[in-house]
């Protein structure tokens, strides 16, 4: 059974670092988002295959409150993402009835 | 083998590295106080690369399982103080980063260094 | 050996992604590496058996800091326009530094080996006493609230401070400058309302996501938890909520005047059982003397004091992301 | 447990116990009530302490009952309840000077939040000064600097925001080279309580480590106490704080550093580390003649009478640095005194400098011309607090100089050459004080300039006095203060008493 | 009893790990933003529920499984939701979901990085100025892809004109349909 976490944890370790390259080459802004999303909910499967590997199951708490600040953390971008285009256009129409 | 052991401390020292240079050469307020977090995560990293032991676990002591290796508690406890207070102070810088903006209109240091210089 | 794998793979990553945030000159750029960065490095503390600090670094560093972060972002430019200033004196400094620790820490004890001094002289007293003198199972809290309660007292001010100082910079609320008028401009920007989807799925789960929140809690004795992460989880919770409505409607469920107490309230109570515990006769933050049996007044006192943890740091964090939505899109 | 054995704690207690009281209760007037009785309570407390290791015994309090390494300490002696009177001292000198001034700086609506701030800032300082543990000093170094960038950010004018924001960096920089210090320093000992430290760094084979930790504590701390390369962010700092806050500050942060690098340089690797001594003079010396030199000609070229003292501060740590550097029981006696000296000097003259600033509106020196005549009072305490900085006799400042003279002079060929450095830099301190008082006595008020006439109100001019004449008397009488530091010297040096 | 356990969850950890890493080679090959969101959501949300699962059958009767349930029901719920809201606000800020132009050759996505924070300086007539900085872009970008990557980072930052994201402006509704026609005009 310890191998089979071992190479769970390779694999998903493996996404995480192409998430991470994902984030620092991606072109757009949203494939950072997504990168950063991606790489929140392998993190939550990493830590709970991890503590089974280390045997101690009950820490699967820090898995839940990850999966929730990665929630928090992609609508605080979104928003962030709406607000600033709405401020540019409210700026333009300062600019164009100027 | 035994460089492997160092590695955490190398790291450390990297990050020192990159925490530091990009407070001193970036001039964007909010890009120095990024660099500061990284900083100050460098820091977290060398004090929990102490507790670790081989073959223990979290210091949680469970019931009925005998003679646990135990990983040592006190960085722990150092580290959730530290970590409380790097959140603070970025708080507040950032507080303060928002007023800049608004007394300034820019973020960028040498502009408002030139401002400055006029008054 | 498993550790020695993880944490080569996750170290690496973490140094790749400094250098990402370094490089970008996009600031919203950096605040997601700077996100991707926190949660490389609780994963790592997780490792490293450290379950309390990966709890904290996650809530605090990857969820708390990034929405501050978006949220000055929002009130300010998002590009690093500046190219950097000479960087031969950075560079030059930086890697001084770096040399002289890699030169100090060449002898320094290897990861993990038992008989380091760390581990022969102040640890293992914590690890024997605790199940005697306090008969708490998780040791960090133990040390955290009654070991070295005077730390965490001072912790839960220096938090108390923060949001002194972000009300004091951020309280008043500033003149409108431009024409479109406040609750119109607001309407459109402040939240994600018109977002169907998310707006009801993150609706449900804020309660569950409090009730989370306070199980981490109360559960601090016994598993990874306790006050500072479990006020940050109910602070998430207040702040999903308020970003899907919008500000307005977050200060609606929590008002200012509430958290700005809650926050008051906590430090209070912490310095207040430290008085108690003095005028009962012991010295101060000695929890031994608030009952009859010391091991039952350590219980109650350690209870007692993460509470007020748990208030300082959630009405702070509250206080902290209403004063930076409050300032709003001006 | 009697009152008086608590009494340890209690100047800590007291007002972190008022702080939030004061940040709750939102009445008129209230927060600056609170923060006066809790920071003079504090004083009182501090006096009584002193009055009981003045004896020269240490006193010992365990946090919570729990014994010295395992838990932590709070170690209390003869220099820590000197410092602790200075800066409860200052603080309610200041309070009470400031009520007026704060009054129009700090609305009513932010009053709870900046006095809560004040007694957070007391309480951190003295929380640093009386604590026997390594980490715990970072704690409440950390509870003061942001308090410290809270009531700085108050100021009226938008320079004080970018002045913040500076200190802010290079503050954490500072408070995380001593965490990084303290961290070697537990990596090799495995303890934090810093009497424990001092046995089991002897015992350490390999020093290495020792000494790196040793250096990142004392540049960590150097930035937090201004010393000479790494000061730049204390002259804005001050230049643009509000005025009361200005006077706190100057007097008692800044010390509270060197107290710090003084006590864990002395106690924890003077006697572990071979030579450590040669270290110390190598690594303070060069850095004090530096900040005498630089500070002196920065004061020199100044216009901004609040920068011009700042500067003068750069050059009076710079004094206090050559104290430390030299090993023996007179140097460090000079550099003691002369933390509480300048301390006074320099709260009575940024005093003075707000009762001008209160009249003028401005504290550039070309427009203060005139003030000699229309604020008498005003300019005689500035005159007093100049000869004072200068070191003539009869100032507190002399008596400082007097004990850094004897101790240079019995190290050689190296102490003439100090005693030297040390008159030059006093020349260069009359010169810098004769350009405000010449303006202000001998220059002719221009004649777009607004007549001011009457007097500061009394509110402020009474505890400028109070300071001024605090420090001529103790520039007569010097049982005090001199007593508590030469006992604090032997302590730290471990010669008997 | 419990080998046939550990043979199950043996197989679910593996094809779980394996979607993962499908997911994620997915997320790096794939041309254009709207396929990798699609790569990462869909092996996300799968490889998740396998793992999960393959974990509560070794959890045994203890408390374990319903914290791997609590995790995978969270999970299972918020992200897709992130997903959608992520797709959606890309789409909205004119990502282009052209990935093939005529000729065939792979069109390299459209550079919608964050334009600095100027006041749009186009003229009222938007959508037509959107379709001439489309080509301008695309023109700009296959001189990009020549460029080395961080030189191209570089020119990408000081060149990028951000079509502007008017569509935002008008309640969703409005936006979906105009959206809609937009990208077609991009591809013209």
């Known amino acids: 059974m310890e191998w089979v976490y071992f190479g769970t944890s390779i694999a998903i370790l493996v996404t995480m670092v192409l998430a991470v390259v994902r984030g620092l080459i991606g072109p757009t802004i949203f494939d950072r988002v997504l990168a950063v999303n991606m790489f929140g909910t392998k993190t939550v499967l990493f830590l709970a295959v991890i503590s089974f590997l280390s045997g101690r199951p009950d820490f699967l708490d820090l898995a839940l409150a990850y999966a929730l600040i990665n929630f928090i953390g992609v609508l605080a971008v979104l928003l962030f993402f709406q607000s600033r285009g709405v401020r540019r256009d409210a700026e333009a129409e300062r600019e164009a009835d100027k | 083998m035994a460089v492997l052991g160092l590695y955490n401390y190398f790291i450390f020292a990297v990050l020192l590295m990159i925490g530091l240079y990009c407070i001193l050469a970036r001039t964007n307020i909010i890009k120095s106080l990024i660099g500061l977090t990284i900083f100050q995560g460098a820091v977290f990293l060398l004090y929990i690369s102490t507790d670790k032991i081989d073959g223990g676990t979290a210091p949680i002591i469970q019931e009925g399982v005998e003679n646990q290796i135990f990983a040592n508690p006190l960085p722990q406890v150092l580290i959730l103080t530290a970590i409380v207070v790097g959140i603070s102070t970025t708080a507040l810088a950032l507080a303060v980063t928002v007023r800049i903006k608004e007394a300034y209109g820019t973020i960028e240091e040498d502009k408002i260094q030139e401002m400055d210089r006029e008054l | ?330 | 447990m009697t009152l008086y054995d608590q009494l340890p704690a209690l100047v800590v207690v007291v007002l972190l116990f008022t702080a939030p009281i004061t940040y709750m209760l939102r009445l008129h007037g209230f927060p600056w009530f609170s923060a006066m009785a809790a920071v003079v309570t504090s004083f009182v407390v501090a006096c009584s302490l002193a009055a009981t290791t003045i004896g020269g015994e240490t006193i010992i309090y365990e946090m919570g009952g729990w014994p010295a390494p395992y838990g932590i300490v709070l170690h209390i002696d003869a220099l820590s309840a000197l410092m602790a009177m200075l800066i409860t001292g200052a603080s309610s000198a200041a309070l009470i000077f400031g009520a007026k001034s704060l009054a129009d700086e700090v609305g009513e609506e932010t009053a709870p939040a900046f006095f809560a701030a004040w007694l957070l800032c007391t309480a951190g300082l003295v929380g640093m000064v009386i604590t026997g543990d390594a980490f715990n000093i970072f704690v409440f170094m950390e509870i003061s600097s942001l308090s410290t960038y809270v009531l700085i950010s108050a100021g009226p004018d938008r320079r004080a925001l970018i002045s913040t924001y500076r200190y802010i960096v290079m503050g954490t920089v500072g408070a995380t080279f001593y965490l990084i210090g303290v961290g070697f320093l537990y990596m090799v000992t495995g303890t934090l309580n810093t009497a424990d430290l001092a046995e089991r760094v002897g015992q350490v084979e390999d020093i290495r480590l020792v000494l790196v930790a040793a250096g990142f504590v004392s540049v960590g701390l150097a930035i937090k106490a201004a010393v000479f390369p790494l000061h730049s962010w204390m002259p804005n700092a001050y230049t643009f704080a509000p005025n009361a806050v200005t006077v706190f500050i100057a007097a008692a942060s800044t010390k509270v550093s060197l107290y710090v690098l003084m006590r864990v340089d002395y106690a924890i690797f003077q006697n572990s580390i071979a030579n450590h001594d040669i270290q110390l003079t190598f690594f303070l010396v060069p850095l004090g003649v530096l900040a005498l030199f630089a500070g002196s000609m920065l004061a020199i070229y100044e216009k901004n009478l609040k920068r011009l003292l700042a500067y003068s501060s750069v050059a009076q740590i710079g004094y206090i640095a050559l104290g430390i550097s030299m090993t023996s029981v007179a140097g460090l006696t000079g550099a003691i005194v002369h933390m509480f000296n300048h301390g006074l000097i320099k709260g009575g003259m940024f005093m003075a400098v707000a009762c001008l600033a209160l009249r003028y509106r401005t504290v550039n020196v070309a427009n203060l011309a005139g003030a000699g005549k229309a604020m008498p009072w005003t300019m005689a305490a500035f005159v007093v607090g100049g000869l004072g900085l200068i070191g003539v006799p009869l100032t507190p400042g002399f008596i400082s100089k007097w004990y850094l003279v004897l101790a240079a002079l019995d190290e050689g060929w190296l102490g003439a050459l100090l005693v030297a450095i040390i008159l030059i830099s006093s020349l260069l301190a009359v010169i810098y004080v004769w350009k405000a008082i010449e303006v202000a006595y001998f220059g002719e008020p221009r004649s777009n300039a607004v007549p001011v006439t009457e007097e500061a109100p009394l509110v402020m001019l009474i505890p400028t006095w109070i300071v001024v004449l605090a420090g001529i008397w103790i520039a007569l009488d010097t049982s005090v203060t001199v007593g508590l530091a030469s006992i604090a010297a032997k302590t730290l040096l471990g010669v008997e008493l | 009893m419990d080998l046939l356990l550990d043979i199950a969850s043996a197989i679910l950890l593996l094809t779980g790990g394996f979607f993962v890493f499908v997911g994620g080679f997915g997320v790096m090959r794939m041309p254009e933003f709207f396929t990798r969101m699609h790569a990462a959501s869909l092996t996300d949300t799968g490889g998740a529920a396998l793992i999960l699962l393959g974990l509560m059958l070794q959890g045994g009767l203890t408390l374990v499984p319903f914290k791997l349930a609590a995790i995978f029901l969270f999970l299972f719920l918020t992200s897709p939701t992130a997903s959608y809201a992520l797709a959606n606000a890309a789409l909205l800020s004119g990502v282009s979901t052209a990935c093939r132009n005529e000729t065939g050759a792979p069109l390299p996505e459209n550079e919608v990085d964050s334009a600095d924070s100027k006041p749009a300086s186009k003229s009222v007539a938007k959508t037509s100025a959107s379709r001439t900085s489309g080509r301008k872009t695309t023109a700009k970008q296959a001189a990009e892809q020549a460029a080395p990557k961080a030189a191209a980072r570089k020119a990408s930052k000081k060149a990028a004109k951000k079509p502007a994201g008017k569509a935002a402006k008008k309640p969703a509704r409005k936006a979906a349909k105009k959206a809609a026609g937009k990208p077609a005009g991009k591809k013209s």
Request: net charge negative.
């Open chain 3, 1 to 330: 050996m498993i550790t020695i794998v993880f944490s080569l793979f996750l170290l690496t990553m973490l140094v790749i992604v400094a250098v990402g945030i370094l490089r970008t000159d996009n600031l919203f750029t950096a605040v997601m590496l700077s996100g991707i960065f926190s949660l490389i490095m609780a994963a790592n503390f997780f490792i490293l058996d450290a379950a309390d600090v990966a709890l904290t670094e996650a809530v605090i560093g990857a969820g708390i800091s990034t929405v501050l972060f978006l949220g000055a972002l929002a009130l300010t430019a998002e590009y690093d326009r500046s190219p950097p200033v000479g960087t031969w004196v950075p560079l030059l400094t930086s890697s001084a530094l770096g040399g002289v620790i890699i030169f100090a820490t060449l002898q320094a004890p290897r990861l993990g080996d038992p008989n380091a001094v760390v581990h022969k002289h102040v640890a293992p007293w914590y690890l024997d006493r605790t199940p005697e003198l306090i008969d708490v199972p998780n040791v960090v809290t133990a040390v955290l609230a009654s070991f070295r309660g005077y730390d965490t007292l001072g912790e839960v001010f220096v938090v108390f401070i923060a949001c002194i100082g972000v009300m004091s910079l951020l309280g008043r609320v500033r003149p409108r400058r431009d024409s479109i008028e406040e609750d119109e401009f607001d309407k459109r920007t402040d939240n994600l309302r018109h977002h169907l989807i998310p707006r009801v799925v993150g609706k449900m789960l804020v309660p569950f996501i409090v009730l989370f929140g306070l199980y981490v809690q109360f559960h601090g004795d016994f598993g990874p938890g306790g006050g500072f992460q479990a006020g940050a989880l109910i602070a998430a919770g207040v702040i999903l909520y308020s970003l899907l409505e919008g500000g307005p409607r977050g200060r609606e469920l929590v008002p200012e005047w509430f958290s700005s107490l809650l926050v008051a309230l906590g430090a209070f109570t912490y310095t207040c059982v430290g008085v108690v515990s003095m005028a009962m006769g012991g010295r101060f933050l000695d929890y031994s003397v608030l009952s009859h049996d010391p091991v039952h007044g350590q219980h109650m006192g350690i209870l007692i004091i993460e509470a007020g943890v748990g208030m300082t740091v959630t009405g702070v964090m509250i206080t902290i992301f209403h004063a930076f939505s409050r300032r709003g899109i001006r």
